[in-house]
């Protein structure tokens, strides 16, 4: 219910006030996309509960926990694909971010050859895991693909947050002598946070994977929300902090990368 209220705030936030030409229709359709995926992963966890507890669960080997420890179950496939589609929109719109922040391609040549070494890793994953013939995630089979793929969207979403939040230290440092209220302060806390939330949480689900515990299923479904709280709290914050204090051209270029198309 909070991410679906974040991202109401958050559409209302980009399409406020704006013509249809100055509307941001990649970031609406980010929103838009997060909050549908997040949506049908929820149906899916749902539809994985009602069959590991009562379905089909306690009527094989291992009862319910053997159950949601299988990737053979089309809706583990099915829930992994819905995950690493908003991990891939996720990284991309911080790679967007940057670019539009540093008008400049080659500063995002890194994270970018991440991002594609991330979708690699998610196509190779699902193959994997629809492929699979035994055993859960932690099957060699399937270890490396998993192992590989949290790796990328930390090094995808670190490298991305680190470049934005260096140009718009940057652009504070230069102009804080000629501006009496600082708006892009309030603005690299935010960036920072959000990165540190998303980055802690992908550690955490690494760690958890390489020495094998079960708490990498809970951390798993608490991914899905905190990507869209993550993208929305941005919008939001951003929203809040320009409307507080004066803009910049630096802040323009973050607004402009946040909201609108100008």
């Known amino acids: 219910g909070y991410s679906v209220f974040m991202f109401m705030l958050a559409t209302w936030i980009m399409l406020r006030g704006r013509t249809r030409r100055h509307v941001n229709h990649c970031m609406v359709a980010a929103g838009c996309g997060l909050i549908l995926l997040a949506t049908a992963e929820m149906a899916i966890n749902i539809a994985r509960v ?25 809706t583990f496939v099915v829930k992994s694909c819905l995950y690493n589609a908003q991990t891939l929109i996720l990284d991309a719109v911080v790679i967007y971010r940057t670019y539009v922040v540093w008008q400049n391609i080659l500063i995002c040549v890194v994270p970018m050859i991440a991002w594609c070494g991330l979708l690699a890793g998610a196509i190779g994953l699902n193959i994997a895991l629809a492929t699979a013939h035994k055993g859960g995630v932690f099957a060699v089979q399937t270890s490396e693909w998993i192992t590989s793929f949290y790796a990328l969207t930390l090094a995808t979403n670190l490298s991305a947050t680190t470049l934005l939040a260096f140009r718009i230290w940057t652009v504070t440092r230069r102009s804080a002598q000629y501006r009496s209220s ?81």
């Open 50 to 74: 009602y069959q590991g507890f009562i379905s089909n669960g306690p009527f094989i080997d291992g009862g319910p926990e053997a159950y949601f420890t299988q990737v053979l179950e089309p």
């Open 182 to 262: 600082n708006f892009l302060a309030p603005v690299l806390r935010v960036i920072i946070e959000s990165g540190a939330i998303y980055s802690m949480t992908i550690t955490a689900v690494l760690i958890s994977f390489v020495v094998k515990s079960n708490g990498v299923y809970v951390l798993l479904d608490m991914i899905c929300p905190i990507i869209s709280i993550v993208f929305n709290m941005l919008i939001i914050r951003v929203d809040l902090a320009h409307k507080s204090s004066s803009s910049t051209s630096g802040s323009n270029s973050l607004e402009t990368a946040v909201m609108s198309d100008r």
